[in-house]
C-alpha cells in the first residue's frame, strides 16, 4: 500500500479534486503537519459514498495528521463538521481524538476501519458555504435514512428519498424510477410507500443535483431526529430515557420523542462521576426543579464518551475560537484534560467567507448526471436562496446502484416536530425555486430559474437563525415563522348577542384592565355537574374525533377573523372617498373569495362532526367517524385560491402606504382599530388566510401520527397533507417576508419620536423591559432591539402612552460584558457602544441571559453587513430630552388595575404587548410571536374563580399571547381577555380541592383562574399553547412549534 498521493486513481482523483493536498482544516491556508519519523502504518477509512481508502501514516502521528490528509484527499475545506469514528475494543462507537497519538487509541489498524461521516449538525444548512460540504451531508442524510436513525413520517420520508432520486438518476421516467427503486434500498419500509415516492419525484423535474441536495436538507433539518445520536440512560426513578446533544444544547428523549433539552445558555456545569452523568443548571429563582440532574448510564465510559462529546458540540457551536490548552499542573491533576481541538463553526464560515472564491469540481459517485460542479461561497444575503448549480449534465449507463445501503430496520415512527426558525429575507427579491441554468442540458428536461421581484421591502439577514423555534417535521416547507403584535385586551367590554354582564352601561363605566382579571362576572350560566357528566359520556371518545373537532372550532373563529375583513372593514371604509379604490378593490378580490370557500368548508365540517356525535343514523355504519376525506376535498379546492392567498402581501404593503400617504387614511384605520370586532391589530387579520394554512398542517400531522396505516382516513389524510404542505411551501417565503414588515408596523405605532422605523435591511428581534443605569440609581426603560441598532425608551403621556425615544446605540462596533461585579447590580451587563457606554439589568438571570445571546447574534449579523449606518433611526431627540434620571412615570400592574382614570388614558394602544411587558416587567422575541402564530386554539371551557363555586361555561380563543373570552361562538367581539404573558400554568394541587378531570391552573400574583376542558386531547393542547405564551422559548418547553407540535 502507498500514501494516497502516489496512487494512479484514487476517490479523491475520482471526486476531481487535484493531487495537491489542498487546504488543512485546523489552519486555514496551510498544508497538513509533517509527519514524525517513524515506522509508517496503514488506516483504513470509509467514505461517506461507501469507498475505502488507505492512508500511510507515522505510528507517532496524532489523530489530528490522519484526518488531515482525509479532507486533503476530498480537498475539503469545511473539514471541520465532520470527524472520524471506529469501534474500540469494548465495542463502543467512539470518535477518533485529534490531539492524542492514533495508534494509542487504535491499538488493532489492520483490523480496524475508521468512518469518515458528520460530526457535527449546523441548525441550517445555508451555514454550509460549499456545495461539496452539502454533498457529503447529503449522503450522510441518506445513509441515516437507510439505517432507520432518521425517524420520520411517511410524507418526509417519501419527500426526501424522491430528492436523494432525483440527484441520482435525473428527471422523472416511470419505468426508470421504479427500476431505481426497486435496485435501491433508501427506507427499512421502502415498499410501503413506494407509490408516494415516485409521484413526489415527478414534481422535481428540472432540478438539479445540486438543488436536490439542498432540499433534502432544508426538509432533514426540521425533522426532530435530525444530527442525533441517542445514547441510553435512565432517570431517578429507574425510566429508560435516552440522551443526546445538538447546537442548542442537551436533549432528553423517550423511545423517538423528545421531552425535554436544556440549552447551553441554561447548564452551568456538564460531569460525570462513575457511571452517572451530571446536569448542573444556572440558578433560576422562578423554576422548581432541581439545580442538578442525574441520569444513570451503562458504564462510567459511557458516561465519558457522551461528557466528551457534549464538551465538543458546546465549543464548536458556542465558542468563537478554538479553546486553548490547560496548563500543565506540578503536582497533582484534578479532572480530565480532554479539549475540543479544531476550528469553531464561526472561524470556519470567517474563513470560507475572507478565502478567495474557489471552484471545487467533484463527480458525485451514485449519480448518473456527471456534474462538473462548481460554485463559489455565496453571500450572507444569498445563501438562504436554493443554489443553483453550473453543471454539465451528461446521461451516464443506467445500471441499478452496487453499492446501496442495507442495514438493519428500526421500526419506523413520527416525531414531534422541532423547533427552528428559519432564515428571512425580508419583503423583496421573492424568488421563486431555481432550476437548471438554461444553458446546460439536463438529461430530461432544462428550466430555466425565474425571479419574482415584487419590490416591497428589503429586510436584510435573518436575526433569528439561531432560535430554536417552532416549523414542521415533515417539510421540505417547514412552517415559516409569522409573528403577531397587537391588542392584548378589549377596550371596554359591552354584551354580545348573549351577554355575560348584567348590564350594558355598567361595562361602559368600568372600562377593562389589560393586566388584570376578565371583569366577567360570576352570575352567568353555572353548570351542573351531573349533566356536564352525562352530556360527556354521549360523545365520542376518540383522539381523531377531539382532533377534528380542534379543527372545527378553530375554523369558527378563522370565519369570524376574515368576517372584520370583508365585511367589518369593508363597511367602515367602503363609503369614505378618501380611502383609495384602488386598495378597496385589491381587498376585496382577495379576501372575499377565500371568505365565501371558507363558509362551505365549515358548513360540511360542521355537519361532519354532527354526524360523527351520533345525531343522525350514519354512525351506526362507520361511515362518518373520520375527517381525512373532508379535508382533502376543501384543500385541493383552497388550492385554487392560491393565486389570491399570493396577493396578500400586496394587499398589506398597499394599505400600508395608502396610510403612509394619506393622514386621512390612516385616522380611518385608527378608527377601525378602535371598534369591539377588531380585538387584534387590523394587520394581523390580512395576515390570518396563510396562518389559517399553518393550522390545517398541523392538524393533519396530528392526524396522521394517531392514525395506523390501515386506517380507513389515513390516506385521505395523508393525500390532504401533501397537498396542504406543497402550498404551505409554496407560500413559505411571502409568510416570511411579511413577518418581520407587519411587526415594524406594529411598533411603530408604539412608539414616537422615531422616523423611517420601517426600512430596508432592518430587522425587529426583541423587545422588552430593562433597567438603565443613572445618575439617580436604575430607571426602567423599554428596550427594542433591530438588527442595526438598540432603541431605549420610557412611556410617555401620549393619550395612547406610546414609548418616547431616549436614545440608540447602533450595533456596528458594539461590544457587551457582564458586569454585575462592577456596579454591583444583580443581572447587569454593560454595552460598549462607539459613541457611549450603557448599564443596564435585568430582572432575572434569565432575563439577563436571553438578552444578551440576542444583542450579540444582532451584533455579528450588523457586523456582517455593510459598515457603520449613521443615519440609523431618524429620530427628533432635541424634543425627546426626557431627563435620563427622571424621565417617564412608573406605575405598578396593581395600580394600573386599579386605577380607571389610568386605563381611560391608555386608549386602544395601552393593551399592546408592548404595554404588557411593561407592567410585568418581561421580554418578548421575534421567535416568541413567530411561534404564537401557530399556537392558537378555541374551544368551550369551564372557568372558576378561586373563592366561586360554580363552573361558568365560556367560548374561549388563545392569540397574541392572552385569552380572548366569549358567551358564545356567535358573538361578535370578545367580552374580555386575559394577557397571559408573565402567567404560569399548572395543574392544581391536593389541597385546592379541586376534584375534575381534565383541569389547568392559571395563576399570576394573586390572581388565579381554573380552566376545564373536556377531554384529555384537549387539556393536553390547552396546556400546550399556554406554556408557548406563557414561557420563552428560550426555556425548556414540552412542546414547541417543532417542539410545540
Known sequence: ????????????????????????????????????????????????????????????????????????????????????????????????????????????????????????????????????????????????????RLICNDTSAALM??????????????????????????????????????????????????????????????LEMYGVRLHPAKDREGTKLSLAVANSGVLVFQGNTKINSFNWSKIRKLSFKRKRFLIKLRADPTNA?????????????????????????????????????????????????????????????????????????????????????????????????????????????????????SHLAVPNGSEEPQAVTPPTNGLHGLTAAPGSDPTQPRQNHHVAGSVLDQQLLNPGPSCRANKGSPGSEKSSLGGPHVAVNGNSSVNGQRMGRTGVLGAEQSAEIQPLSPLTSPLLTEAGYVRNDEEDEARRKKFPTDKAYFIAKELLTTERTYLNDLQVITESFHSAVGKDEAFPDSVKSLISANYDPVYKF????????????????????????????????????????????????????????????ACRSSRKVETLCRDFEQQRVCYLPLNIFLLRPLHRLLHYKLILERLCKHYPPTHDDFRDCRAALADISEMVLQLQGIMMKMENFQKLIELKKDLTGVEDLISPGREFIRLGCLSKLSGKGLQQRMFFLFSDCLVYTSRGMTPSNQFKVHGQLPLYGMTIRESEE?????????????????????????????????????????????????????????????????????????????????????????NTTVHVCWHRNTSVSMVDFSIAVENQLSGNLLRKFKNSNGWQKLWVVFTNFSLFF??????????????????????????????????????????????RSESEYTFERWMEVIR??????????????????
Open 1 to 148: 500500500m502507498v500514501e494516497p498521493a502516489d496512487r494512479s486513481s484514487t476517490a479523491g482523483q475520482r471526486l476531481g479534486a487535484p493531487e495537491s493536498f489542498g487546504v488543512s482544516t485546523l489552519e486555514p491556508g496551510l498544508r497538513p503537519p509533517a509527519q514524525p519519523p517513524g515506522r509508517q502504518v496503514s488506516m483504513r477509512v470509509q467514505m461517506l459514498d461507501d469507498t475505502q481508502e488507505v492512508f500511510q501514516i507515522s505510528q507517532r502521528s496524532p489523530g489530528k495528521v490522519l484526518f488531515d490528509l482525509v479532507c486533503a484527499h476530498l480537498n475539503l475545506v469545511e473539514g471541520d463538521y465532520f470527524g472520524l469514528e471506529y469501534q474500540d475494543q469494548r465495542k463502543m462507537t467512539v470518535w477518533l481524538d485529534l490531539l492524542k497519538p492514533t495508534l494509542k487509541q487504535i491499538r488493532r489498524p489492520k483490523n480496524t476501519i475508521l468512518r469518515f461521516v458528520v460530526k457535527f449538525f449546523p441548525p441550517d444548512h445555508t451555514q454550509l458555504m460549499e456545495e461539496l460540504t452539502r454533498y457529503l451531508f447529503a449522503l450522510q442524510i441518506k445513509r441515516d435514512l437507510a439505517c432507520g
Open 1028 to 1045: 408557548s405564551a406563557t414561557c420563552s422559548t428560550s426555556r425548556s418547553l414540552p412542546s414547541t412549534r417543532k417542539d410545540l407540535y
Open 822 to 910: 462592577e456596579w454591583g447590580v444583580p443581572h447587569s451587563f454593560t454595552l460598549f457602544g462607539q459613541r457611549q457606554s450603557v448599564v443596564v439589568a435585568a430582572s432575572c438571570t434569565s432575563e439577563m441571559e436571553r438578552w444578551v445571546e440576542d444583542i450579540r447574534m444582532a451584533i455579528d449579523l450588523a457586523e456582517q453587513s455593510s459598515s457603520l449606518n449613521n443615519d440609523l433611526l431618524s429620530t427628533s431627540l432635541s424634543d425627546n430630552k426626557l431627563s435620563e434620571d427622571g424621565g417617564g412615570e412608573q406605575e405598578s400592574e396593581d395600580e394600573l388595575g386599579g386605577s380607571r382614570s389610568s386605563l381611560e388614558r391608555q386608549g386602544h394602544r395601552g
Open 598 to 657: 371558507h363558509q362551505g368548508f365549515l358548513k360540511e365540517t360542521e355537519q361532519r362532526l354532527a354526524q360523527w356525535e351520533g345525531r343522525s343514523n350514519a354512525h351506526i355504519k362507520g361511515d362518518y367517524q373520520r375527517i381525512g376525506d373532508v379535508l382533502l376535498k376543501n384543500i385541493q379546492g383552497l388550492r385554487q385560491l392560491t393565486i389570491h392567498l399570493q396577493k396578500h402581501s400586496e394587499c398589506l404593503v398597499e394599505l400600508e402606504r
Open 289 to 405: 426543579h432541581h439545580d442538578t440532574l442525574e441520569f444513570a448510564m451503562a458504564s462510567r465510559d459511557c458516561c465519558k464518551v457522551f461528557w466528551k462529546i457534549c464538551v465538543e458540540y458546546h465549543a464548536f457551536f458556542r465558542l468563537f475560537e478554538e479553546p486553548k490548552p490547560k496548563p500543565k499542573p506540578i503536582l497533582f491533576t484534578r479532572g480530565s484534560s480532554f479539549r475540543f481541538s479544531g476550528r469553531t463553526q464561526k472561524q470556519i464560515i470567517d474563513y470560507v467567507k475572507d478565502s478567495e472564491p474557489k471552484k471545487v469540481p467533484f463527480e458525485r459517485k451514485h449519480s448518473k448526471i456527471l456534474s462538473n460542479s462548481s460554485i463559489s461561497p455565496q453571500s450572507a444575503s444569498t445563501r438562504s436562496h436554493v443554489p443553483k448549480e453550473s453543471a454539465t449534465s451528461i446521461p451516464l449507463a443506467d445500471q441499478p446502484d452496487s453499492d446501496r445501503l
Open 966 to 1011: 366569549y358567551k358564545s361562538h356567535q358573538d361578535d367581539y370578545p367580552l374580555a381577555s386575559l394577557p397571559l404573558l408573565g402567567y404560569s400554568v399548572t395543574v392544581p394541587s391536593e389541597s385546592e380541592n379541586i376534584h375534575k378531570d381534565y383541569v389547568f391552573k392559571l395563576h399570576f400574583k394573586s390572581h388565579v383562574y381554573y380552566f
Open 161 to 222: 428519498v424522491s430528492h436523494i432520486i432525483q440527484s441520482e438518476i435525473g428527471d422523472f421516467d416511470e419505468t426508470q424510477s421504479w427500476q431505481h427503486l426497486l435496485h435501491n434500498k433508501y427506507l427499512p419500509d421502502q415498499d410501503a410507500i413506494r407509490d408516494e415516492i415516485i409521484d413526489c419525484h415527478r414534481d422535481h423535474v428540472g432540478q438539479t443535483p445540486a438543488e436536490s441536495d439542498y432540499q433534502l436538507l432544508e426538509i432533514a433539518r426540521r
